[in-house]
């Protein structure tokens, strides 16, 4: 049975506007239900230093007449208060009527960890959640200006038997050595942000996250992409 696992779990140093003196970070994390639509992957090649390389598309592709936005859905569950259940999207927007642009490359070759390789200034990826019997959808940004959150992360694995490519042996880490192959399967995984509480005058005020509707990139302030954190990409059971 071939199970292949991708993780996107960076780490980076974040702006907060709320972080000033009183305030506390608790760490969410929700459990993400199988998508609707499938993560798809584009060999790039190996590197000079033998490592393989991807263009990943996390679901479904739409363009307006100016930004692309693709689109992995489905439903999530949890433990922490307001973030216990309900629905999840995964959208990644860039500018322009193209594939995916974000491209990551393994830390070894032939390794089972990768890092992000490159990414837009205008591209964005936000993980919106709906909580069941809630009417607002709360976006907890994952990247803005090309910077990931602090403690933000997305973790995917293709579900069994989903995993479909052109290349053999079907694996992700073939497909990352062959230009121009591609792959693709229905995900489930896990996802983790953190959430703000400011504790100025009398007690704790949570910091609400933002309704995806008023999102923008001055409320998503990220500084120093630089530190990055590793996860396990696949493996073969």
Sequence with gaps: MHNTKKSLGFLAAVLLGAAGAGATTTPVVVQLGQGTQTVGEVGVGNNASGDGQWFITFGSSSFNGTTTTDTLSGSYTGTTAGFTGGTYSLITTYLGNIAS???VVATTPGGDLFSLESIPTN????????????STVNAE??????????GAGIHVFYTAGSYTTTV?????VEVGATPGATGSGLVTGSADFNVVT???GGGGTPVVPLPSAAMTGSM??????GFRALSRKFKTA
């Design 101 to 103: 642009p974000v491209e």
């Design 123 to 134: 591209a964005t990826i936000t993980l919106d959640l709906q909580q069941t019997g809630s």
């Design 141 to 150: 940004p994952i990247l803005a200006d090309s910077s990931f959150i602090t």
């Design 168 to 172: 053999s042996p079907p694996t992700d």
């Design 198 to 200: 400011t504790t100025g």
């Design 220 to 225: 998503m302030l990220a500084a120093l992409l």
